[in-house]
């Protein structure tokens, strides 16, 4: 198995930033006539993409060129995050959201894309010195979970507990 370095690593990162861009931006489109609160979640998601992606580029800036302690495990599980199915097989990011046609479907698609990028964050976090900024990351993907489900149970009209849609 191919071992990835730390700046590959930061690297995917960002281009995972980016196809989460592209796909709450194309949700943003999809429901901005039929369903404007959920096309503002999606607009307020994929700004914080945005944000995220900036984060990734300067960490790379930060980090040193040697690998990391223990970074051979950390590499073999970054590898097996990205050879996912969900981001390299038949159902990958981009060319699957040609099926999604309710607000129902984007969300529970936007939620497993969360989850598997909070996977490879996490991973993130184990191989650099700069954990806090990880962390930083980690929260807030976490924060967009619980706004999915809290859009998802507003749409649907099962209550999630907890969640209050302004």
Known sequence: MEKFSVREVLEQAVQTERLGYQFYTM???RFKEKEPGMAKLFSTLAEKEVRHEKTFSELKNLI???EPEGWEEVSQYMRAVVESEF???KNKSLPSMEGIL???DAVNF???FEKETLLYFYGLRDAVKEKDVVDEIINEEK???RWLMCFKGAFT????????IA
Do not use: D, N, Q, R
């Open 27 to 29: 949700m943003t489109g």
């Open 64 to 66: 040193g060129e040697s």
């Open 87 to 89: 981001f390299l097989g």
């Open 102 to 104: 309710t607000v129902e």
């Open 110 to 112: 936007a939620v497993g």
């Open 143 to 145: 924060s967009h979970i």
């Open 157 to 164: 009209g099962k209550s999630v507990p907890g969640c209050e």
